[in-house]
């Protein structure tokens, strides 16, 4: 199984982006009834959980990015999302998605994100 994370950018404070997560060798049922969730790491800092999803459905979000930020899935693809809007120069991080299927855990490689002001 590998996650491929993809859309990290550099923009301006106020602008927005979606970060993507696309699943390879993952199957359906697998994909449907994991936990999902994107994860921020700022240098100097540790990593921290920014959004996730569980797999009834119900999202959380660290308080910081509650209103701006949201988490969703596409089951056919296979793929995670995270819609950042309102980006602030505090958001600047490595976002990283994380898939937990019981023991399984499996991670993306990172995708930068740099917010300027």
């Known amino acids: 199984v590998q996650l491929q994370a993809s859309g990290g950018g550099s923009v301006q404070a106020g602008e927005s982006l979606k970060l993507s997560c696309k699943t390879s060798?993952?199957?359906?049922?697998?994909?449907?009834?994991?936990?999902k969730a994107w994860y921020r790491q700022a240098p100097g800092n540790q990593r921290e959980l920014v959004a996730e999803?569980?797999?009834?459905?119900?999202?959380n979000y660290q308080d910081s990015v509650k209103g701006r930020f949201t988490i969703s899935r596409d089951n056919a693809k296979r793929t995670v999302y995270l819609q950042m809007n309102s980006l602030e120069p505090d958001d600047t991080a490595v976002y990283y998605c994380?898939?937990?299927?019981?023991?399984?855990?499996?991670w993306g490689q990172g995708t930068q994100v740099t917010v300027s002001s």
């Open positions: 060798g993952m199957i359906w049922s697998t994909f449907t009834g994991s936990r």
């Open positions: 999803l569980t797999s009834g459905g119900s999202t």
């Open positions: 994380n898939i937990k299927y019981g023991s399984w855990d499996y």
